[in-house]
């Protein structure tokens, strides 16, 4: 049997929270999906790995390395490694965070 997953069911609104899933979490990456209520995000930081964000549903504002730009649903984007990026929520978003360990920086 196949499971399917769909990244909209997988974690729910809290108001005025964050709430969070933990999909995958292996050596070589991991796989979170986030649902922001409005005004929420995540602040500025950096990973050792490449992180690729996807966009579920809603608005985000993304900022890497100082320069912003507005994500709407479905967008995908790729952070390199030890780049500071942060998000912040326009409305309620949910997004699907993959970092992968095994393509960072040598």
Known sequence: MIEVLNLNEVVEYKQDSISSKTLVEK?????????FDKAQGLG????????????VEGKVEITIDG??????EYDLVTVPADTPFSLHSIQKVK????RVSHLSKK
């Open 67 to 72: 320069k912003t730009e507005l994500l709407r």
């Open 44 to 55: 500025k930081h950096t990973s050792p790995s490449i992180t690729t964000i996807q966009l």
């Open 95 to 98: 997004v699907a965070v993959f």
């Open 27 to 35: 050596e070589g990456g991991s796989l979170t999906v986030y649902a």
